[in-house]
């Protein structure tokens, strides 16, 4: 597999969201809107990056026994470094996202990409893993938040999109787009229609007719 498709394998065929059902807890609580979710998914996706690249780089000096301990201690000084900045340069947003910052050390992505990637690739190889990766979890952070916002709000990162009764418009906002339920069900959604989506051409060609005679009388024949 060339660094291309470690790329784009988790966008197309293995999100981590959407087929690995990880990382939800983040994409349920901080989507309501999409500034937070955006400021979200880069912290997780530059956390992801650098924890890929220093366990790979270390991988052969970490102790077998106490690697896992090792990993969530690289990938917690990743978090605290994350976290700072935004209270350096977002404050507010830090303010929002404070809890969940934190609980990257946790993020199944990040932990399962340093154990089951990292630990056994290259560093060229963990820091394309993590990019794929990072961006996946990131395009389903972001399509959840927006459909929550423009739906439960009529804007987009604060700007209005769709002209609400209170401002003197047509749209009426459905509040419950604001609440986590609406993003399980989004994210349910996304799921299953990633699923069939997948699934579809492996039943087309099982549903194909049989071969042409022509086919049947050439195999014959090279029998």
């Given amino acids: 597999m060339n660094y291309r498709q470690y790329v784009t394998r988790p966008l197309l065929q293995d999100n981590p969201v959407t087929v690995q059902v990880l990382g939800l807890c983040s994409a349920l609580a901080v989507s309501s809107s999409l500034r937070p979710a955006l400021i979200m998914a880069a912290s997780v996706f530059c956390v992801l990056v650098f924890s890929n690249l220093a366990v790979s780089l270390l991988r052969g000096l ?32 830090s303010q929002v996202l404070s809890v969940f910052v934190g609980l990257i050390i946790t993020n199944c992505i990040v932990l399962g990409r340093t154990e089951a990637f990292a630990m056994r690739h290259g560093p060229l190889e963990s820091v394309a893993d993590a990019v794929g990766n990072g961006a996946a979890y990131a395009s389903i952070l972001l399509l959840v938040a ?3 916002e423009l739906l439960g709000a009529g804007t987009l990162l604060d700007i209005p999109i769709l002209p609400t009764r209170a401002s003197g418009g047509w749209y009426w906002p459905n509040e419950m787009m604001l ?45």
């Fill in 62 to 93: 970490l102790p077998r026994s106490i690697r896992l301990i090792l990993e969530m201690t690289i990938i917690a000084s990743a978090v605290i470094v994350v976290d700072e900045t935004l209270k350096a340069y977002a404050p507010d947003i």
């Fill in 146 to 148: 927006a459909i929550r």
């Fill in 179 to 223: 609440y986590a339920p609406s993003a399980f069900f989004i994210i349910g959604l996304l799921i299953w229609g990633i699923a069939a989506w997948q699934r579809y051409p492996r039943r087309s060609l099982q549903s194909e007719p049989n071969p042409r005679p022509g086919h049947l009388k050439y195999q014959e024949t090279a029998g």
